[in-house]
Antibody, heavy 124, light 110 residues
Framework: QLHLQESGPGLVKASETLSLTCTVSGDSISSSHYFWGWIRQPPGKGLEWIGSMFYRTGTYYNPSLKSRVVISGDTSKNHCSLKMTSVTAADTAMYFC????????????????WGQGTMLTVSS | QSVLTQPPSASGTPGQRVTISCSGSSSNIGSNYVYWYQQFPGTAPKLLIYRNNERPSGVPDRFSGSKSGTSASLAISGLRSDDEADFYCTAWDEVRSGPVFGGGTKLTVL
């Protein structure tokens, strides 16, 4: 059974770089059919896609965040990581890591497995 | 401002049938599948409907999805108190090259 667990600093200062990690268990991040993504949700608001990764082909980003975001995979640790530069208060949100099974989902369109999320607060 | 448009709230009494709409455009719903998530407070979203009207294993058949043109809807029949949650629609958007979401609909069971 696939399980995802996010981890992060909880609090980051404005203008700094955010680093979050998603530990994957139950499958490999280099899986032939699972793709991975990061989605965030500001307090009391809706969902926003940040970006996705399929280990064998590359990464895809939300155009509005693309200049500040890098998603990468580490097969030695079975991690999927998110880095976001120059954070501001607007980046305060719950950050979710998610996985999508391409055997029944369109590539990168939706996710059937989610982590519990990690809250990130940007302080001034 | 969300790319897909959902009503902010919906309500019904136990046993009723409720529908939640999701409106988009030709670059998203009009040309791609629609998906629905259910999210309880303090938890991660759960995939409820995929490819317009398919249910993942474990999702009751009280939940159904449909799509017509650039709009979609989620129907919940036999409403139960534990259906109270936020519901989000999503679809791939060809212009933005990524999934876009509706703003979410908060379902209240009266």
């Amino acid at each position: 059974q696939l399980h995802l667990q996010e981890s992060g600093p909880g609090l980051v200062k404005a203008s700094e770089t955010l680093s979050l990690t998603c530990t994957v268990s139950g499958d490999s991040i280099s899986s032939s059919h699972y793709f991975w993504g990061w989605i965030r949700q500001p307090p009391g608001k809706g969902l926003e896609w940040i970006g996705s990764m399929f280990y064998r082909t590359g990464t895809y980003y939300n155009p509005s965040l693309k200049s500040r975001v890098v998603i990468s995979g580490d097969t030695s640790k079975n991690h999927c990581s998110l880095k976001m530069t120059s954070v501001t208060a607007a980046d305060t949100a719950m950050y979710f890591c998610a996985g999508g099974d391409s055997r029944f989902l369109e590539w990168f369109a939706a996710f059937d497995v989610w982590g519990q999320g990690t809250m990130l607060t940007v302080s001034s | 401002q969300s790319v897909l448009t959902q009503p902010p709230s919906a309500s019904g009494t136990p046993g009723q049938r409720v529908t939640i709409s999701c409106s988009g455009s030709s670059s998203n719903i009009g040309s791609n599948y629609v998906y629905w998530y259910q999210q309880f407070p303090g938890t991660a979203p759960k995939l409820l409907i995929y490819r317009n009207n398919e249910r993942p294993s474990g999702v009751p058949d009280r939940f159904s999805g449909s799509k017509s043109g650039t709009s979609a809807s989620l129907a919940i029949s036999g409403l139960r108190s534990d259906d109270e949650a936020d519901f989000y629609c999503t679809a791939w958007d060809e212009v933005r090259s990524g999934p876009v979401f509706g703003g979410g609909t908060k379902l209240t069971v009266l």
